[in-house]
């Protein structure tokens, strides 16, 4: 029988069983967990199984990074995370977890969209493109969140007679997604400019034709510009070449293909385009440091 096709999509309670090793422990995982969810990294350990493969989740996830480091995916971003930075991660987004230091402090959090029942405008910024999913903080800003998580985390581990708990929490995150609102209109961008515009629209072009496998002139002349043009223009919205972008997109598709479904690695290199599978397996080699067939076998730890 063939494995799935696309992407896989997990609630928490699913993803807890699948990627974490101690997923049964009472004293961090409470009550609720696929409503909301929060954990210090230092004080509560959640032991995954990394790296993690590309998936989605049905939860919305934010992370605030005290020490340590930590390399997250989001959609074809890959964001290294250090001390005094945060990021918003949306529902339904491609993510992964690609490593954390031993070292690693700050919180994790995730939430439903229903767990905001009484301020749902709050979640609008995930759907703002222009809207900075990874923010660098103050000190004050990372201090007052830092408050925050504490508070939330605090409430969180209360045993379950405390049958308030949940009342108060929601609170709490509608604060802290409230100050993100207000620390990410510092970098967010107010006027689209035609960089941004052009960006936009190679990320559509992309999305719809990365299986042909057009080179970049392609792409550039449907959009009227030169190659050159757009990987500048590309590069100064998503610190990523257009060409960067294609092989990022290219290499997620490959990693689904390969974990999750029964293709041979040659028919897995024909439907991206690669019609010699020894081209293809260099090209994945470069980009992630592993052979297709070694990357493959990670499924069975999962």
């Known amino acids: 029988m063939s494995k799935k096709t696309r992407i896989s999509t997990y609630h928490p309670i699913d993803f807890r069983l699948v990627f974490i090793d101690n997923s049964e422990d009472p004293s961090v995982f409470r009550e609720q967990v696929d409503r909301f969810f929060i954990h210090s990294f230092q004080k509560t350990k959640v032991n995954l199984r990394l790296p993690l493969p590309v998936h989605k989740k049905t939860v919305s996830d934010l992370m605030l990074i005290t020490k340590g480091s930590t390399t997250r995916l989001s959609g074809i971003e890959k964001h290294t995370l250090q001390a005094g930075e945060f990021l918003l991660v949306a529902k339904g987004t491609i993510t992964s977890t690609i490593d954390m230091s031993d070292d690693l402090d700050g919180y994790y959090c995730h939430f439903a969209d229903d767990f905001l029942e009484h301020a749902p405008f709050l979640l609008d910024?995930?759907?703002?493109?222009?809207?900075?999913?990874?923010?660098?903080?103050?000190?004050?800003?990372?201090?007052?969140?830092?408050?925050?998580?504490?508070?939330?985390?605090?409430?969180?581990?209360?045993?379950?007679?405390?049958?308030?708990?949940?009342?108060?929490?929601?609170?709490?995150?509608?604060?802290?997604?409230?100050?993100?609102?207000?620390?990410?209109?510092?970098?967010?961008?107010?006027?689209?400019?035609?960089?941004?515009?052009?960006?936009?629209?190679?990320?559509?072009?992309?999305?719809?034709?990365?299986?042909?496998?057009?080179p970049l002139t392609t792409y550039a002349d449907r959009l009227s510009v030169t190659a050159n043009h757009l990987n500048k223009s590309v590069k100064a919205n998503m610190q990523m070449t257009a060409s960067q972008i294609l092989n990022e997109i290219i290499i997620q598709e490959a990693k689904v293909l390969l974990l999750q479904t029964d293709l041979t690695i040659s028919q897995i290199a024909g439907q991206l385009g690669y019609y010699d599978v020894a081209h293809f397996g260099k090209f994945f080699n470069r980009q992630t440091g592993s052979s297709p067939s070694k990357y493959r076998k990670m499924i069975d730890s999962y």
């Open 125 to 214: 910024m995930f759907l703002d493109p222009n809207f900075p999913l990874k923010l660098k903080l103050t000190p004050q800003e990372q201090q007052r969140l830092e408050t925050l998580f504490h508070t939330m985390h605090e409430l969180y581990q209360q045993p379950p007679s405390l049958s308030d708990k949940f009342k108060l929490i929601p609170f709490y995150l509608q604060t802290i997604l409230a100050e993100i609102y207000q620390i990410g209109k510092r970098t967010k961008k107010d006027i689209v400019d035609k960089k941004t515009k052009l960006t936009q629209a190679f990320l559509q072009l992309a999305r719809k034709h990365y299986m042909e496998a057009w």
